[in-house]
């Protein structure tokens, strides 16, 4: 799948404001240049359009996990290869 790709699934549109947390090198920057100005935001701070978070722990979620509904959290950490 090509970054171009990924950004359509996650439903990322041109002009959006974006962040990225944990990601993989090169991975926010891959996206960045594939969607016609989006603007990756180094920090959670303002409006956001889009926020992905990677996990590689159920503790690197931290406060995450208390403060989104139990479904998606179960969702969340089906998907964290423990």
């Given at each position: 799948?090509?970054?171009?790709?990924?950004?359509?699934k996650?439903g990322?549109?041109?002009?959006?404001?974006?962040?990225i947390v944990?990601?993989p090198?090169g991975?926010?920057?891959?996206?960045?240049?594939?969607?016609?100005?989006v603007?990756l935001?180094?920090?959670?701070?303002?409006t956001?359009?889009?926020i992905?978070?990677f996990?590689?722990?159920e503790r690197?979620?931290?406060g995450?996990?208390?403060?989104?509904?139990?479904?998606?959290?179960?969702?969340?950490?089906?998907?964290?290869?423990r």
């Open positions: 799948m090509t970054a171009k790709d990924l950004a359509r996650l990322i549109k041109p002009e959006q404001r974006i962040a944990g990601a090198e991975y926010a920057r891959s996206l960045e240049k594939m969607v016609p100005g603007r935001s180094k920090s959670l701070e303002g956001l359009d889009f992905q978070l996990a590689r722990s690197e979620l931290g995450l996990s208390r403060a989104l509904p139990g479904n998606l959290i179960g969702s969340m950490l089906d998907m964290i290869d």
